[in-house]
């Protein structure tokens, strides 16, 4: 069956980086992209973008450009999500999502950004 | 990309049926039929239930159904159970981005 399974949660302080993993299993990896989502505490879904497994190519959401950086191993049928200068804002529970509709998640990684 | 407008919450009893909205531009929803609709109960993650305006993946109760008509995309509930209460997003991609609903919290009394 098809699963995501993400890394544990972190706590960073403010400006550090931090990178979450998301390990694809149960299909074949390289037929689909993955989207990355976050959730900030009491609030709504926001996109951050995708990395295509087949070609790595990406998309990322305006407001990530520049601070996000996604990646892969498809030996290891995994993808990471990388997003540095982090500021309090940046708390909030990190998904990974399979395929353009998010026909499976991943069960989220709380990165809590924290002096 | 701007968020897409879902009502912030709906309420309905046992049996009823609630239809939530979702409305873009002719950009994101009118553009294309790629309309995805999630639920999410606390502390758990999104499960899709709607995927490309109207499809429904295995496992998902054909009480969902979902629909469109211009920039504005439906999800109707039919014969409420206890177990729908929960938040709802929607979602549309197009042109290789991805916007969000706001989420709307349903209710079942």
């Known amino acids: 069956q098809v699963q995501l399974v993400q890394s544990g949660a972190e706590v960073k302080t403010p400006g550090a980086s931090v990178k979450v993993s998301c390990k694809a299993s149960?299909?074949?990896?390289?037929?689909?992209?993955i989207h990355w989502v976050r959730q900030a505490p009491g609030q709504g879904l926001e996109w951050m973008g995708w990395i295509s497994a087949g070609d790595n190519k990406r998309k990322y959401s305006q407001k990530f450009m520049g601070r996000v950086t996604f990646s892969m191993d498809t030996v290891a049928t995994t993808v990471y999500m990388e997003l540095s200068r982090l500021t309090f804002e940046d708390t909030a529970r990190y998904y990974c999502?399979?395929?353009?509709?998010?026909?499976?998640w991943g069960q989220g990684t709380l990165v809590t950004v924290s002096s | 990309q701007s968020a897409l407008t879902q009502p912030a919450s709906v309420s309905g009893s046992p049996g009823q049926s609630v239809t939530i909205s979702c409305t873009g531009t002719?950009?994101?929803?009118?553009?294309?039929?790629?309309v995805s609709w999630h639920q999410q109960h606390p502390g758990k993650a999104p499960k899709l239930m709607i995927f490309d305006v109207s499809g429904r993946p295995s496992g998902v109760s054909n009480r969902f159904s979902g629909s469109k008509s211009g920039n504005t995309a439906s999800l109707t509930i039919s014969g409420l159970q206890v177990e729908d209460e929960a938040d709802y997003y929607c979602?549309?991609?197009?042109?290789?981005?991805?916007?969000f609903g706001g989420g709307t919290t349903l209710t079942v009394l």
């Open positions: 999502a399979r395929t353009r509709n998010f026909d499976y």
């Open positions: 979602s549309s991609f197009s042109s290789g981005l991805v916007v």
């Open positions: 149960g299909y074949t990896f390289t037929d689909n992209f």
């Open positions: 002719s950009s994101d929803i009118g553009a294309y039929n790629y």
